[in-house]
């Protein structure tokens, strides 16, 4: 499998006011979602299960599980206090409490003068892996997302895997386009099962649609590292695509193991959060 490489990015040309996020802060790392040379058991194995499971037919079931559904009432501070005892089993650079890597994500981004939305989105950007609160497995909730229904592209993490997925042998599922028209927009895909289309339903109406659209495909890395999957998207992906972008560049390279003042922090965070989340939301 080949080595991920940082792309660099010319985030300021997105918009003007984001300038103060420059070349200065440009972190390469090249070391970053290595999954040949940081291999880990744990990673490997949730992959494999992710990749056998997610079907078109398990994905239809839980969408209609909990896309306007809700199972318990929670304020976005009491999913933020929850993130204290979650650790994502799929991801390399990571072995921290998910709340770490909000913080720093949401740390970045404040420091670099970002919107206050965009520093809430990083620091909520993952705060749907509550799903693991109602008894989802890792690999329902966590690892990079792809579309079923689909050929499965070998630009997603090791894509061997796919061979075990009931849905790699049906030919309703298995050519270019399976279900889908040509350039039909990802809003019509239906993606893999995990946090990212789970957060953004429950946010949606409530945050700027570029902080919404980036939630939601943030963990599409096939498409936004490496380019598969083009022949799905529309022109409004296309200039979406740069929100995307924006939000990996925090989330891909603030990881790191440096120490935290966690508590001096968090009252910053609960502000911003109950500014834009005032009320309980149905989760
Ligand atoms: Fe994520
Ligand atoms: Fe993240």
């Known amino acids: 499998m080949k080595k991920y490489y940082l792309i660099l990015l010319n985030i300021v040309s997105i918009a003007p006011g984001y300038a103060a996020f420059s070349q200065a802060n440009t972190i390469q790392d090249a070391n970053k979602r290595d999954f040949e040379k940081n291999i880990v058991e744990?990673?490997?194995?949730?992959?494999?299960e992710n990749h056998t499971q997610q079907t078109v037919a398990f994905v239809l079931q839980k969408e209609q599980q909990y896309i306007g559904t809700c199972r318990k009432k929670f304020t976005m501070w009491e999913v933020a206090e929850l993130m204290k005892t979650f650790t994502d089993a799929s991801d390399p650079?990571?072995?921290r409490p998910q709340i770490i890597h909000a913080l720093q994500v949401g740390e970045a981004m404040r420091k670099d003068k970002l919107p206050r939305a965009w520093i809430l989105a990083g620091f909520i950007h993952d705060f749907g892996k509550i799903?693991?609160?109602f008894g989802e497995p890792q690999w329902a909730v966590v690892g990079d997302t792809f579309p079923v229904g689909c050929a499965f592209s070998d630009a997603i993490v090791y894509p061997e895997y796919f061979k075990d997925n009931p849905d790699f042998f049906d030919i309703r599922f298995n050519s270019r386009f399976g279900i889908y028209q040509p350039h039909c927009g990802l809003s019509n895909v239906h993606m893999s099962w995990g946090h990212d289309e789970y957060l953004y339903h429950k946010v949606k109406d409530r945050l700027p649609e570029e902080v919404c659209y980036a939630i939601?495909?943030?963990?599409?890395?096939?498409?936004h590292e490496k380019g598969a999957y083009e022949h799905l998207t529309n022109d409004y992906d296309k200039k979406?695509?740069?929100?995307?972008?924006?939000?990996?560049?925090y989330d891909l390279y603030t990881k790191d193991d440096s120490p935290m003042d966690i508590e001096a922090l968090l009252?910053?965070?609960?502000?911003?959060?109950e500014e834009f989340f005032p009320e309980p939301l149905n989760w």
């Open 216 to 223: 939601r495909y943030h963990s599409f890395y096939p498409y």
């Open 240 to 249: 979406m695509l740069k929100w995307i972008n924006l939000l990996n560049k």
């Open 93 to 95: 650079d990571l072995t």
């Open 42 to 48: 744990s990673v490997k194995e949730t992959y494999k």
């Open 267 to 273: 009252p910053y965070y609960k502000k911003l959060v």
């Open 131 to 133: 799903l693991y609160y």
